[in-house]
Nanobody, 124 residues
Framework: QVQLVESGGGLVQAGGSLRLSCAASGRTFSSYGMGWFRQAPGKEREFVAAITWTGGSTGYAGSVKGRFTISRDNAKNTMYLQMNSLKPEDTALYYC?????????????????WGQGTQVTVSS
């Protein structure tokens, strides 16, 4: 089993940047695809970005494409989400998750392990 811990959230002004990190326990991190999801108050959890176990393929939600970049460092058992040009509508609790799928997958039901989340708040 893999355990995930997010960090890097905070309060930022619109137009600013943040980098989220997801640290994974265990030796099998490099075997899993990874993803970021977010959930705003009163809304359902939504897909943000995903990356395959090699890092060779990535996928993004249309609302963040061109502004967010997902990456991973398997040697450090860590995944990242670089968020630029942040907007107030990006405000949410951000979760990282692990999947056994070998391709990029957008469905939360395909992820088997989740972190506790890190809060991102973007002020206007």
């Amino acid at each position: 089993q893999v355990q995930l811990v997010e960090s890097g959230g905070g309060l930022v002004q619109a137009g600013g940047s943040l980098r989220l990190s997801c640290a994974a326990s265990g030796r099998t991190f490099s075997s899993y695809g990874m993803g970021w999801f977010r959930q705003a108050p009163g809304k359902e959890r939504e897909f943000v970005a995903a990356i395959t176990w090699t890092g060779g393929s990535t996928g993004y939600a249309g609302s963040v494409k061109g502004r967010f970049t997902i990456s991973r460092d398997n040697a450090k058992n860590t995944m990242y989400l670089q968020m630029n040009s942040l907007k107030p509508e990006d405000t949410a609790l951000y979760y990282c998750a692990a999947t056994r799928w070998s391709t990029v997958t957008y469905s939360s039901g395909n992820y088997f392990a989740w972190g506790q989340g890190t809060q991102v708040t973007v002020s206007s």
